[in-house]
RNA sequence: AGGGUUGUCGCCAAGCGGUAAGGCACAGGGUUUUGAUCCCUGCAUCCAAAGGUUCGAAUCCUUUCAGCCCUGCCA
Protein backbone atom coordinates (compact mmCIF):
# COMPACT_ATOMS: atom_id res chain seq x y z
CA UNK A 1 0.00 0.00 0.00
CA UNK A 2 2.75 2.50 1.42
CA UNK A 3 5.00 1.76 -1.72
CA UNK A 4 2.52 1.99 -4.15
CA UNK A 5 1.38 5.84 -3.08
CA UNK A 6 5.03 6.79 -2.76
CA UNK A 7 4.93 5.62 -6.53
CA UNK A 8 2.13 7.35 -7.35
CA UNK A 9 3.77 10.56 -6.06
CA UNK A 10 6.47 9.87 -7.92
CA UNK A 11 5.00 9.59 -10.34
CA UNK A 12 3.11 12.93 -10.42
CA UNK A 13 6.11 14.38 -10.03
CA UNK A 14 7.15 13.83 -13.66
CA UNK A 15 5.52 16.73 -15.99
CA UNK A 16 3.70 16.51 -18.87
CA UNK A 17 4.27 17.91 -22.18
CA UNK A 18 1.98 19.95 -23.83
CA UNK A 19 1.22 17.15 -26.50
CA UNK A 20 0.71 14.78 -24.01
CA UNK A 21 -1.86 16.88 -22.65
CA UNK A 22 -3.11 17.61 -25.75
CA UNK A 23 -3.11 13.61 -26.16
CA UNK A 24 -5.04 13.33 -23.05
CA UNK A 25 -7.46 15.80 -23.61
CA UNK A 26 -8.17 14.32 -27.07
CA UNK A 27 -8.35 10.64 -26.49
CA UNK A 28 -9.82 11.10 -23.22
CA UNK A 29 -9.78 6.93 -21.80
CA UNK A 30 -8.81 5.58 -25.12
CA UNK A 31 -5.53 6.90 -25.35
CA UNK A 32 -4.11 3.48 -26.26
CA UNK A 33 -5.86 4.41 -30.05
CA UNK A 34 -3.04 7.18 -30.03
CA UNK A 35 -1.32 6.99 -33.28
CA UNK A 36 2.05 8.67 -34.33
CA UNK A 37 4.81 8.71 -37.03
CA UNK A 38 7.85 9.43 -37.38
CA UNK A 39 7.96 11.01 -41.23
CA UNK A 40 11.84 11.43 -42.72
CA UNK A 41 12.25 12.61 -46.30
CA UNK A 42 14.73 9.76 -47.16
CA UNK A 43 16.76 12.98 -48.58
CA UNK A 44 19.60 12.70 -45.96
CA UNK A 45 21.16 11.00 -42.87
CA UNK A 46 19.57 11.16 -39.45
CA UNK A 47 21.25 13.55 -36.66
CA UNK A 48 20.52 14.04 -33.72
CA UNK A 49 17.83 17.08 -34.00
CA UNK A 50 16.28 13.93 -35.48
CA UNK A 51 16.71 11.73 -32.68
CA UNK A 52 14.24 14.20 -30.50
CA UNK A 53 11.19 13.43 -32.60
CA UNK A 54 11.83 9.88 -32.95
CA UNK A 55 11.94 9.80 -28.80
CA UNK A 56 8.67 11.56 -29.11
CA UNK A 57 6.80 10.03 -31.55
CA UNK A 58 8.05 6.64 -30.34
CA UNK A 59 7.83 7.46 -27.04
CA UNK A 60 4.63 8.48 -26.99
CA UNK A 61 3.15 5.58 -28.43
CA UNK A 62 4.79 3.22 -25.89
CA UNK A 63 3.79 5.30 -23.16
CA UNK A 64 -0.04 5.42 -24.18
CA UNK A 65 0.28 1.79 -25.80
CA UNK A 66 -0.52 3.06 -29.34
CA UNK A 67 1.28 2.96 -32.75
CA UNK A 68 3.74 4.74 -34.23
CA UNK A 69 4.40 4.16 -37.70
CA UNK A 70 8.08 4.85 -39.80
CA UNK A 71 7.07 6.74 -43.23
CA UNK A 72 9.01 7.71 -45.60
CA UNK A 73 7.99 10.97 -47.00
CA UNK A 74 9.53 10.44 -50.60
CA UNK A 75 7.20 12.82 -52.92
CA UNK A 76 10.43 14.62 -54.60
CA UNK A 77 12.14 12.27 -56.50
CA UNK A 78 14.85 15.17 -57.51
CA UNK A 79 16.22 14.83 -53.64
CA UNK A 80 15.56 10.63 -52.99
CA UNK A 81 17.37 7.52 -52.86
CA UNK A 82 16.87 4.28 -50.96
CA UNK A 83 20.44 4.83 -49.84
CA UNK A 84 18.86 7.20 -47.30
CA UNK A 85 16.12 5.03 -46.92
CA UNK A 86 18.01 1.90 -45.49
CA UNK A 87 20.32 4.33 -43.37
CA UNK A 88 17.06 5.75 -41.77
CA UNK A 89 15.54 2.70 -41.12
CA UNK A 90 18.88 1.32 -39.53
CA UNK A 91 19.03 4.19 -37.41
CA UNK A 92 15.74 3.62 -35.73
CA UNK A 93 16.61 0.49 -35.61
CA UNK A 94 19.25 1.10 -33.60
CA UNK A 95 17.95 3.44 -31.21
CA UNK A 96 15.58 0.84 -30.10
CA UNK A 97 11.90 1.55 -31.67
CA UNK A 98 10.44 -1.60 -33.47
CA UNK A 99 8.48 -0.49 -36.84
CA UNK A 100 8.02 -3.87 -37.58
CA UNK A 101 4.37 -3.99 -39.76
CA UNK A 102 4.68 -0.49 -39.38
CA UNK A 103 6.50 1.02 -42.28
CA UNK A 104 4.96 3.14 -45.05
CA UNK A 105 6.17 5.18 -48.22
CA UNK A 106 3.88 8.15 -49.38
CA UNK A 107 5.10 6.91 -52.87
CA UNK A 108 2.90 3.78 -51.91
CA UNK A 109 0.19 6.05 -52.03
CA UNK A 110 0.42 7.90 -55.22
CA UNK A 111 -2.49 6.67 -56.85
CA UNK A 112 -4.99 7.39 -53.97
CA UNK A 113 -3.62 10.80 -53.68
CA UNK A 114 -4.56 11.12 -57.39
CA UNK A 115 -7.88 10.02 -56.80
CA UNK A 116 -7.97 12.59 -53.87
CA UNK A 117 -7.35 15.01 -56.31
CA UNK A 118 -9.83 13.82 -58.60
CA UNK A 119 -12.01 14.66 -55.57
CA UNK A 120 -10.76 18.31 -54.88
CA UNK A 121 -10.93 18.93 -58.78
CA UNK A 122 -15.09 17.75 -58.65
CA UNK A 123 -16.09 19.54 -55.70
CA UNK A 124 -13.90 22.65 -57.77
CA UNK A 125 -11.88 22.91 -55.04
CA UNK A 126 -8.91 22.84 -57.64
CA UNK A 127 -7.98 23.77 -60.85
CA UNK A 128 -4.99 23.21 -63.54
CA UNK A 129 -2.85 26.20 -63.61
CA UNK A 130 -0.64 27.46 -66.44
CA UNK A 131 0.93 30.01 -65.22
CA UNK A 132 5.41 29.62 -65.27
CA UNK A 133 6.92 29.72 -61.31
CA UNK A 134 8.07 33.37 -62.22
CA UNK A 135 4.37 34.12 -62.81
CA UNK A 136 3.32 32.53 -59.44
CA UNK A 137 5.67 33.95 -57.59
CA UNK A 138 4.27 37.27 -58.49
CA UNK A 139 0.75 36.51 -58.51
CA UNK A 140 0.89 35.40 -54.60
CA UNK A 141 1.71 38.78 -53.49
CA UNK A 142 3.80 39.72 -50.56
CA UNK A 143 3.81 39.66 -46.96
CA UNK A 144 2.56 43.06 -47.68
CA UNK A 145 0.26 42.89 -50.34
CA UNK A 146 -2.51 40.27 -51.41
CA UNK A 147 -2.55 37.79 -54.31
CA UNK A 148 -3.69 38.51 -57.43
CA UNK A 149 -6.04 35.17 -58.85
CA UNK A 150 -4.46 33.38 -61.24
CA UNK A 151 -6.41 33.82 -64.86
CA UNK A 152 -6.69 29.93 -64.72
CA UNK A 153 -8.31 29.82 -62.13
CA UNK A 154 -11.69 29.76 -63.28
CA UNK A 155 -11.41 26.90 -65.93
CA UNK A 156 -14.59 24.44 -65.78
CA UNK A 157 -14.36 21.53 -63.92
CA UNK A 158 -14.36 19.41 -66.95
CA UNK A 159 -11.36 21.19 -68.41
CA UNK A 160 -10.05 20.90 -65.14
CA UNK A 161 -10.44 17.42 -64.97
CA UNK A 162 -8.60 16.32 -68.56
CA UNK A 163 -5.90 19.01 -68.39
CA UNK A 164 -4.93 16.96 -64.89
CA UNK A 165 -5.19 13.70 -66.89
CA UNK A 166 -3.23 15.33 -69.29
CA UNK A 167 -0.72 16.00 -66.80
CA UNK A 168 -0.58 12.84 -65.29
CA UNK A 169 -0.33 11.15 -69.14
CA UNK A 170 3.01 13.14 -69.69
CA UNK A 171 1.87 15.60 -72.66
CA UNK A 172 3.27 18.92 -70.80
CA UNK A 173 6.66 19.79 -69.96
CA UNK A 174 7.88 20.36 -66.57
CA UNK A 175 6.91 23.86 -65.07
CA UNK A 176 3.90 23.99 -68.08
CA UNK A 177 1.12 22.96 -65.47
CA UNK A 178 0.49 22.40 -61.87
CA UNK A 179 -2.52 21.74 -60.27
CA UNK A 180 -3.56 23.98 -57.37
CA UNK A 181 -6.18 24.38 -54.54
CA UNK A 182 -8.37 27.44 -54.31
CA UNK A 183 -8.40 28.70 -51.42
CA UNK A 184 -8.16 32.69 -50.93
CA UNK A 185 -5.45 34.83 -52.97
CA UNK A 186 -6.13 37.14 -50.16
CA UNK A 187 -5.51 35.44 -47.14
CA UNK A 188 -2.76 37.30 -44.75
CA UNK A 189 -1.04 33.43 -44.58
CA UNK A 190 0.69 33.34 -47.54
CA UNK A 191 0.61 29.00 -47.55
CA UNK A 192 -3.12 29.59 -48.25
CA UNK A 193 -2.91 31.71 -51.53
CA UNK A 194 -3.75 29.08 -53.78
CA UNK A 195 -1.27 26.59 -52.88
CA UNK A 196 0.49 24.22 -55.89
CA UNK A 197 -0.74 20.98 -55.23
CA UNK A 198 0.76 18.99 -58.10
CA UNK A 199 3.90 19.73 -60.00
CA UNK A 200 5.28 18.07 -63.37
CA UNK A 201 8.97 16.37 -62.74
CA UNK A 202 10.47 13.81 -65.00
CA UNK A 203 13.19 12.35 -62.95
CA UNK A 204 12.62 9.01 -62.28
CA UNK A 205 11.48 8.20 -58.72
CA UNK A 206 13.92 5.85 -56.48
CA UNK A 207 10.57 3.81 -55.78
CA UNK A 208 8.19 4.26 -58.43
CA UNK A 209 10.50 4.61 -61.27
CA UNK A 210 8.98 6.61 -64.45
CA UNK A 211 5.52 5.43 -63.39
CA UNK A 212 4.60 8.87 -62.31
CA UNK A 213 5.73 12.71 -63.95
CA UNK A 214 3.46 14.67 -61.31
CA UNK A 215 3.79 14.59 -57.72
CA UNK A 216 2.15 16.15 -54.96
CA UNK A 217 3.50 18.53 -52.78
CA UNK A 218 4.03 18.39 -49.04
CA UNK A 219 1.44 20.29 -48.36
CA UNK A 220 -1.30 18.08 -49.62
CA UNK A 221 0.65 14.73 -49.42
CA UNK A 222 0.93 15.34 -45.74
CA UNK A 223 -1.97 15.76 -43.95
CA UNK A 224 -3.69 12.79 -46.49
CA UNK A 225 -0.74 10.16 -45.49
CA UNK A 226 -2.06 11.14 -41.97
CA UNK A 227 -5.17 10.51 -42.73
CA UNK A 228 -4.49 7.44 -44.80
CA UNK A 229 -2.58 5.35 -41.34
CA UNK A 230 -4.90 6.94 -39.39
CA UNK A 231 -2.57 8.96 -37.44
CA UNK A 232 -4.43 10.62 -34.44
CA UNK A 233 -1.79 13.16 -33.51
CA UNK A 234 0.89 14.49 -36.38
CA UNK A 235 3.51 16.11 -34.48
CA UNK A 236 6.22 18.31 -36.55
CA UNK A 237 8.45 21.05 -35.80
CA UNK A 238 7.00 24.59 -35.71
CA UNK A 239 7.81 26.24 -38.26
CA UNK A 240 4.70 24.32 -40.47
CA UNK A 241 2.11 26.40 -37.77
CA UNK A 242 1.43 28.36 -40.76
CA UNK A 243 0.44 25.46 -42.52
CA UNK A 244 -1.80 23.93 -40.21
CA UNK A 245 -5.29 25.75 -41.51
CA UNK A 246 -4.22 23.58 -45.32
CA UNK A 247 -3.43 21.00 -43.57
CA UNK A 248 -7.16 20.77 -42.12
CA UNK A 249 -8.22 22.24 -45.13
CA UNK A 250 -7.04 18.97 -46.88
CA UNK A 251 -8.58 16.21 -44.48
CA UNK A 252 -11.66 18.42 -44.40
CA UNK A 253 -12.43 18.65 -48.31
CA UNK A 254 -11.06 15.07 -49.63
CA UNK A 255 -13.44 14.32 -47.08
CA UNK A 256 -12.39 10.75 -47.56
CA UNK A 257 -15.03 8.71 -46.11
CA UNK A 258 -12.94 5.90 -44.54
CA UNK A 259 -10.83 8.33 -42.22
CA UNK A 260 -11.61 7.61 -38.98
CA UNK A 261 -10.53 10.01 -37.28
CA UNK A 262 -8.69 13.65 -38.31
CA UNK A 263 -5.46 13.83 -37.23
CA UNK A 264 -4.66 16.98 -35.49
CA UNK A 265 -1.08 18.77 -36.15
CA UNK A 266 0.60 19.35 -33.45
CA UNK A 267 4.17 21.67 -33.52
CA UNK A 268 7.12 22.00 -31.36
CA UNK A 269 10.22 23.38 -31.19
CA UNK A 270 13.19 22.02 -33.27
CA UNK A 271 16.23 21.26 -31.10
CA UNK A 272 19.70 23.12 -31.47
CA UNK A 273 22.70 22.31 -29.87
CA UNK A 274 25.94 24.24 -29.69
CA UNK A 275 29.09 22.94 -31.16
CA UNK A 276 27.12 20.75 -33.63
CA UNK A 277 26.44 21.18 -37.29
CA UNK A 278 22.89 19.51 -37.93
CA UNK A 279 22.52 21.62 -41.76
CA UNK A 280 22.36 18.72 -43.92
CA UNK A 281 23.73 21.30 -46.40
CA UNK A 282 27.05 21.69 -44.29
CA UNK A 283 26.84 18.12 -43.24
CA UNK A 284 26.96 16.85 -47.01
CA UNK A 285 29.54 19.48 -47.97
CA UNK A 286 32.15 18.11 -45.49
CA UNK A 287 31.49 14.65 -46.22
CA UNK A 288 31.63 15.44 -50.27
CA UNK A 289 34.93 17.43 -49.45
CA UNK A 290 36.40 14.45 -47.76
CA UNK A 291 37.17 16.65 -44.43
CA UNK A 292 35.23 14.35 -42.80
CA UNK A 293 35.38 9.94 -43.46
CA UNK A 294 31.61 9.98 -43.93
CA UNK A 295 28.49 10.47 -42.93
CA UNK A 296 29.15 8.14 -39.49
CA UNK A 297 32.82 10.28 -39.12
CA UNK A 298 32.89 10.82 -34.90
CA UNK A 299 33.09 14.36 -34.75
CA UNK A 300 29.70 14.77 -36.44
CA UNK A 301 26.34 14.46 -34.67
CA UNK A 302 24.83 12.34 -36.75
CA UNK A 303 23.30 9.32 -35.55
CA UNK A 304 25.73 6.96 -37.25
CA UNK A 305 28.71 9.46 -35.84
CA UNK A 306 27.29 9.54 -32.32
CA UNK A 307 27.18 5.64 -32.52
CA UNK A 308 30.68 5.44 -33.88
CA UNK A 309 31.49 7.97 -31.00
CA UNK A 310 30.46 5.39 -28.96
CA UNK A 311 26.87 6.85 -27.74
CA UNK A 312 24.89 4.15 -27.07
CA UNK A 313 20.58 4.76 -27.62
CA UNK A 314 19.95 4.79 -23.93
CA UNK A 315 22.42 8.16 -23.81
CA UNK A 316 20.34 9.61 -26.92
CA UNK A 317 17.39 8.64 -25.16
CA UNK A 318 18.09 10.28 -22.17
CA UNK A 319 19.37 13.13 -23.52
CA UNK A 320 16.09 13.81 -25.27
CA UNK A 321 14.65 12.93 -22.38
CA UNK A 322 16.28 15.29 -20.15
CA UNK A 323 15.94 18.14 -22.94
CA UNK A 324 12.15 17.92 -23.09
CA UNK A 325 9.76 19.00 -25.54
CA UNK A 326 8.36 22.60 -25.95
CA UNK A 327 7.45 25.19 -28.35
CA UNK A 328 10.39 27.84 -27.25
CA UNK A 329 13.07 27.37 -29.74
CA UNK A 330 16.53 26.65 -27.93
CA UNK A 331 19.98 25.60 -28.20
CA UNK A 332 20.92 22.92 -25.58
CA UNK A 333 24.75 22.95 -24.52
CA UNK A 334 26.67 20.02 -25.51
CA UNK A 335 27.56 20.05 -22.19
CA UNK A 336 23.86 18.56 -21.56
CA UNK A 337 24.81 15.32 -23.88
CA UNK A 338 27.84 14.95 -22.82
CA UNK A 339 26.39 14.26 -18.65
CA UNK A 340 24.16 12.11 -20.20
CA UNK A 341 26.92 9.74 -22.18
CA UNK A 342 28.85 10.35 -18.56
CA UNK A 343 26.01 9.42 -16.48
CA UNK A 344 24.96 6.04 -18.19
CA UNK A 345 28.58 5.20 -19.05
CA UNK A 346 30.02 5.31 -16.12
CA UNK A 347 27.57 2.59 -14.98
CA UNK A 348 28.37 0.06 -17.43
CA UNK A 349 31.75 0.95 -19.17
CA UNK A 350 35.24 -0.48 -18.05
CA UNK A 351 37.45 2.37 -16.62
CA UNK A 352 40.90 1.86 -18.42
CA UNK A 353 44.60 2.86 -18.66
CA UNK A 354 45.60 3.76 -21.79
CA UNK A 355 48.59 6.36 -22.41
CA UNK A 356 48.83 8.58 -25.23
CA UNK A 357 51.86 10.53 -24.88
CA UNK A 358 54.08 8.44 -23.04
CA UNK A 359 57.14 9.05 -20.76
CA UNK A 360 58.91 5.91 -19.70
CA UNK A 361 59.29 5.63 -15.96
CA UNK A 362 61.79 3.23 -14.43
CA UNK A 363 61.23 2.15 -10.55
CA UNK A 364 64.68 1.86 -9.71
CA UNK A 365 64.41 -0.05 -6.82
CA UNK A 366 61.67 -2.71 -7.97
CA UNK A 367 63.21 -6.14 -8.05
CA UNK A 368 64.16 -6.66 -11.84
CA UNK A 369 62.42 -10.53 -11.94
CA UNK A 370 59.50 -9.55 -10.29
CA UNK A 371 55.84 -9.59 -11.90
CA UNK A 372 53.37 -8.57 -10.04
CA UNK A 373 49.30 -8.10 -10.97
CA UNK A 374 47.69 -5.16 -8.92
CA UNK A 375 43.82 -4.54 -8.90
CA UNK A 376 41.42 -2.37 -10.56
CA UNK A 377 38.22 -1.78 -9.14
CA UNK A 378 36.08 -0.40 -11.54
CA UNK A 379 33.05 1.99 -10.95
CA UNK A 380 31.55 0.66 -8.57
CA UNK A 381 28.27 1.52 -10.19
CA UNK A 382 28.66 -1.06 -12.62
CA UNK A 383 28.70 -4.11 -11.94
CA UNK A 384 32.07 -5.10 -13.91
CA UNK A 385 34.01 -5.36 -10.51
CA UNK A 386 38.05 -5.36 -10.92
CA UNK A 387 40.55 -6.73 -12.83
CA UNK A 388 44.12 -7.50 -12.45
CA UNK A 389 46.48 -5.13 -14.13
CA UNK A 390 50.01 -6.43 -14.52
CA UNK A 391 52.68 -3.96 -12.86
CA UNK A 392 56.59 -3.91 -13.70
CA UNK A 393 59.75 -2.22 -13.04
CA UNK A 394 59.36 0.16 -16.43
CA UNK A 395 56.25 1.98 -17.03
CA UNK A 396 54.79 4.58 -19.00
CA UNK A 397 53.21 7.31 -17.77
CA UNK A 398 51.22 10.05 -19.50
CA UNK A 399 53.60 12.69 -20.08
CA UNK A 400 51.76 15.94 -18.93
CA UNK A 401 51.48 13.74 -15.60
CA UNK A 402 54.84 15.53 -14.74
CA UNK A 403 55.93 18.62 -15.19
CA UNK A 404 59.50 19.58 -13.99
CA UNK A 405 59.15 23.03 -12.89
CA UNK A 406 54.73 22.78 -12.41
CA UNK A 407 52.49 25.46 -11.22
CA UNK A 408 51.13 25.68 -8.10
CA UNK A 409 48.19 23.52 -8.70
CA UNK A 410 50.02 20.86 -10.24
CA UNK A 411 48.78 17.51 -8.27
CA UNK A 412 50.99 15.40 -10.12
CA UNK A 413 54.64 14.26 -10.66
CA UNK A 414 57.30 16.84 -10.18
CA UNK A 415 61.16 16.42 -9.43
CA UNK A 416 61.43 14.99 -5.88
CA UNK A 417 57.59 14.67 -5.58
CA UNK A 418 55.37 11.41 -4.98
CA UNK A 419 52.10 10.63 -6.66
CA UNK A 420 49.93 7.63 -6.89
CA UNK A 421 50.19 5.21 -9.33
CA UNK A 422 46.66 4.06 -9.80
CA UNK A 423 45.87 0.89 -8.15
CA UNK A 424 49.12 0.36 -7.43
CA UNK A 425 52.04 2.36 -5.28
CA UNK A 426 53.22 5.58 -4.47
CA UNK A 427 56.41 6.08 -6.59
CA UNK A 428 58.55 8.99 -6.31
CA UNK A 429 60.38 10.78 -8.84
CA UNK A 430 64.46 10.86 -8.30
CA UNK A 431 65.71 11.74 -11.74
CA UNK A 432 65.03 13.52 -14.93
CA UNK A 433 66.32 11.80 -17.77
CA UNK A 434 67.42 14.24 -20.75
CA UNK A 435 68.84 14.00 -24.49
CA UNK A 436 71.01 16.20 -25.96
CA UNK A 437 68.41 18.64 -26.82
CA UNK A 438 67.33 18.70 -23.32
CA UNK A 439 63.81 17.08 -24.13
CA UNK A 440 62.70 15.06 -21.19
CA UNK A 441 63.32 11.13 -22.17
CA UNK A 442 62.19 9.04 -19.12
CA UNK A 443 62.17 9.45 -15.62
CA UNK A 444 63.86 7.39 -12.85
CA UNK A 445 61.95 6.56 -9.39
CA UNK A 446 61.52 5.06 -6.47
CA UNK A 447 58.34 3.06 -5.14
CA UNK A 448 57.13 2.03 -1.64
CA UNK A 449 56.25 -1.38 -1.08
CA UNK A 450 53.94 -0.65 1.78
CA UNK A 451 52.12 1.69 0.06
CA UNK A 452 50.43 -0.32 -2.40
CA UNK A 453 46.37 0.31 -2.84
CA UNK A 454 44.05 -1.86 -0.95
CA UNK A 455 46.35 -2.10 1.75
CA UNK A 456 45.10 0.28 3.89
CA UNK A 457 48.46 2.22 4.01
CA UNK A 458 48.07 5.77 6.01
CA UNK A 459 50.95 7.07 6.42
CA UNK A 460 51.31 9.76 4.31
CA UNK A 461 48.99 11.19 1.94
CA UNK A 462 49.67 12.22 -1.74
CA UNK A 463 47.54 15.25 -3.70
CA UNK A 464 47.73 13.32 -7.12
CA UNK A 465 46.92 9.78 -8.79
CA UNK A 466 47.98 9.16 -12.45
CA UNK A 467 47.35 6.72 -14.66
CA UNK A 468 50.05 4.24 -16.42
CA UNK A 469 50.73 0.96 -18.37
CA UNK A 470 53.16 -1.57 -17.72
CA UNK A 471 56.25 -1.01 -20.62
CA UNK A 472 56.28 -4.89 -21.05
CA UNK A 473 53.25 -5.89 -21.08
CA UNK A 474 51.23 -2.61 -22.80
CA UNK A 475 49.00 -2.97 -26.14
CA UNK A 476 49.85 -1.03 -29.25
CA UNK A 477 46.40 0.55 -30.54
CA UNK A 478 45.12 3.24 -32.48
CA UNK A 479 43.49 5.85 -30.70
CA UNK A 480 41.52 8.59 -32.68
CA UNK A 481 41.28 12.07 -30.37
CA UNK A 482 39.40 14.63 -31.77
CA UNK A 483 36.99 17.34 -30.90
CA UNK A 484 33.45 18.24 -32.16
CA UNK A 485 33.75 19.92 -35.66
CA UNK A 486 33.32 23.87 -34.58
CA UNK A 487 34.86 26.54 -34.62
CA UNK A 488 33.75 30.27 -32.81
CA UNK A 489 32.54 31.15 -36.54
CA UNK A 490 28.95 31.87 -36.29
CA UNK A 491 28.78 30.72 -40.08
CA UNK A 492 28.01 26.68 -40.53
CA UNK A 493 30.30 26.97 -43.76
CA UNK A 494 33.57 27.77 -41.67
CA UNK A 495 32.45 25.69 -39.10
CA UNK A 496 35.51 23.10 -39.39
CA UNK A 497 37.93 22.64 -37.38
CA UNK A 498 41.05 20.93 -39.14
CA UNK A 499 42.70 19.87 -36.19
CA UNK A 500 39.66 18.08 -34.73
CA UNK A 501 41.21 14.79 -35.51
CA UNK A 502 44.73 13.20 -34.22
CA UNK A 503 45.23 9.94 -34.81
CA UNK A 504 47.52 8.67 -32.25
CA UNK A 505 49.32 5.74 -31.37
CA UNK A 506 48.42 4.95 -27.48
CA UNK A 507 49.91 2.17 -24.89
CA UNK A 508 47.03 0.21 -23.68
CA UNK A 509 46.34 -2.22 -20.60
CA UNK A 510 46.96 -5.53 -22.38
CA UNK A 511 43.74 -8.28 -22.29
CA UNK A 512 40.92 -4.87 -22.12
CA UNK A 513 40.42 -5.59 -26.39
CA UNK A 514 38.86 -9.25 -25.13
CA UNK A 515 36.29 -7.11 -23.79
CA UNK A 516 33.73 -6.12 -26.32
CA UNK A 517 31.75 -3.91 -23.81
CA UNK A 518 34.66 -1.48 -24.06
CA UNK A 519 34.18 0.62 -27.04
CA UNK A 520 34.44 3.63 -25.57
CA UNK A 521 35.48 5.73 -22.92
CA UNK A 522 35.59 8.97 -21.78
CA UNK A 523 39.05 9.81 -21.11
CA UNK A 524 38.74 13.10 -19.70
CA UNK A 525 39.67 12.55 -16.41
CA UNK A 526 43.46 11.59 -16.24
CA UNK A 527 44.09 13.93 -19.17
CA UNK A 528 43.96 17.65 -17.93
CA UNK A 529 43.87 19.55 -14.86
CA UNK A 530 41.39 22.04 -15.04
CA UNK A 531 42.78 25.35 -15.10
CA UNK A 532 45.95 24.24 -16.20
CA UNK A 533 47.27 26.06 -19.51
CA UNK A 534 48.80 22.62 -20.11
CA UNK A 535 45.51 20.91 -20.21
CA UNK A 536 44.13 18.66 -22.89
CA UNK A 537 40.57 18.08 -23.01
CA UNK A 538 40.37 15.21 -25.36
CA UNK A 539 37.87 12.76 -25.51
CA UNK A 540 38.88 9.82 -27.76
CA UNK A 541 37.41 6.40 -28.99
CA UNK A 542 39.65 3.57 -28.47
CA UNK A 543 39.08 1.79 -31.45
CA UNK A 544 41.17 -1.54 -30.37
CA UNK A 545 38.76 -3.88 -32.41
CA UNK A 546 38.17 -1.26 -35.80
CA UNK A 547 34.98 -2.04 -35.19
CA UNK A 548 32.13 -0.07 -34.22
C1' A B 1 -2.71 44.88 -45.28
C1' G B 2 0.90 41.70 -43.27
C1' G B 3 0.14 37.08 -40.69
C1' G B 4 1.84 33.48 -37.26
C1' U B 5 4.62 32.05 -33.02
C1' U B 6 7.76 32.47 -28.66
C1' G B 7 9.72 35.32 -24.44
C1' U B 8 10.72 32.05 -16.47
C1' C B 9 18.58 31.72 -13.69
C1' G B 10 24.64 31.31 -18.28
C1' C B 11 21.78 26.71 -21.10
C1' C B 12 17.44 23.46 -21.24
C1' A B 13 12.78 23.37 -18.53
C1' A B 14 8.39 22.97 -14.76
C1' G B 15 4.57 26.32 -13.41
C1' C B 16 -2.03 27.22 -15.80
C1' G B 17 -4.59 33.11 -9.66
C1' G B 18 -2.12 31.48 -3.68
C1' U B 19 3.30 33.61 -2.98
C1' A B 20 9.51 30.66 -8.44
C1' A B 21 10.33 22.36 -9.39
C1' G B 22 14.24 19.78 -11.65
C1' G B 23 18.56 18.89 -14.88
C1' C B 24 23.05 20.98 -17.17
C1' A B 25 26.82 24.60 -16.26
C1' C B 26 29.27 27.19 -12.43
C1' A B 27 31.28 28.09 -7.23
C1' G B 28 32.64 26.30 -2.22
C1' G B 29 33.33 22.05 1.26
C1' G B 30 33.85 16.63 2.47
C1' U B 31 35.13 11.46 0.87
C1' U B 32 38.52 9.31 -2.68
C1' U B 33 42.89 3.76 -5.96
C1' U B 34 43.61 10.59 -11.28
C1' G B 35 41.68 16.79 -10.12
C1' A B 36 36.77 11.53 -12.10
C1' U B 37 32.84 9.28 -9.31
C1' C B 38 30.15 9.94 -4.75
C1' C B 39 28.26 13.27 -0.80
C1' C B 40 26.86 17.97 1.11
C1' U B 41 26.24 23.54 0.24
C1' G B 42 25.39 27.87 -2.76
C1' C B 43 23.27 29.70 -7.28
C1' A B 44 15.99 34.04 -10.25
C1' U B 45 12.57 38.63 -3.68
C1' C B 46 11.90 37.46 -9.31
C1' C B 47 9.27 35.41 -14.36
C1' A B 48 10.91 40.60 -21.74
C1' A B 49 9.02 45.88 -20.13
C1' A B 50 5.27 49.18 -18.35
C1' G B 51 0.46 49.85 -16.67
C1' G B 52 -4.26 47.62 -14.85
C1' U B 53 -7.77 43.89 -12.30
C1' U B 54 -7.37 41.23 -7.46
C1' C B 55 -6.75 40.28 -0.43
C1' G B 56 -3.17 37.97 -3.64
C1' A B 57 -0.49 37.57 -10.59
C1' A B 58 4.95 34.44 -13.87
C1' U B 59 -0.10 32.93 -14.27
C1' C B 60 -6.10 37.38 -16.11
C1' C B 61 -6.53 42.29 -19.10
C1' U B 62 -4.05 46.40 -21.91
C1' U B 63 -0.01 48.47 -24.33
C1' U B 64 5.04 48.21 -25.72
C1' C B 65 9.63 45.68 -26.88
C1' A B 66 12.61 41.53 -28.62
C1' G B 67 13.58 36.74 -31.11
C1' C B 68 12.02 33.14 -34.65
C1' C B 69 8.83 31.34 -38.99
C1' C B 70 6.04 32.42 -43.72
C1' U B 71 6.14 35.25 -50.66
C1' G B 72 9.96 26.63 -53.41
C1' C B 73 6.32 23.85 -59.05
C1' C B 74 11.43 21.55 -51.15
C1' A B 75 9.94 19.03 -46.84
Redesign the pocket.
Known sequence: METTETKETMET?E????IQ?HIEQDLGTETNKLATRF?P?P?GHLHIGHAKSIHLNFGLALQYGGTCNLRF?D??P??ESQEYVDSIMDDVQWMGFDFHNKLFFASDYFEQMYQFALILINKGLAFV?D???E???EY???????GKESPYRNRTIEENLKLFAEMREGKYK?????LRAKIDM??????LRD??IY???YVPHYRTGSSWCI?????Y??PLEDAIEGITHSLCS??????RPLYDWFVENVNYSKFERKPRQIEF?K?QM?NTIMGKRYLKKLVDEGKVSGWDDPRLHTIKGLRRRGYTPEIIKEFCH????????????I??L??CA??IL?SQAY?I?AVINPLKVTITNYPTDQTEYV???N???TDLGSRQVPFGREIYIEAE?FMEDPPK????LTPGGEV?L??AYFIKCQEVIKDSQGNITGLNCTYDVQTK??TGFTGRKV?????WVAVETAVKATVQLFDYITTEDSTEDNRFNENSMEQKTAYIEPEIEQSAALQFQF??????????VLAKTYNCIVNLKSTY
Open positions: KTKHFEPENDTDTKCLTPQVQRGSYTEPEGEKTTSPNISPVRITYPMYDAHIEFVNNAMTQTGISKTGGIVEHTENRNKSMTLENAEDKFFRRKGSGKGTIHLRHGYFAKDN
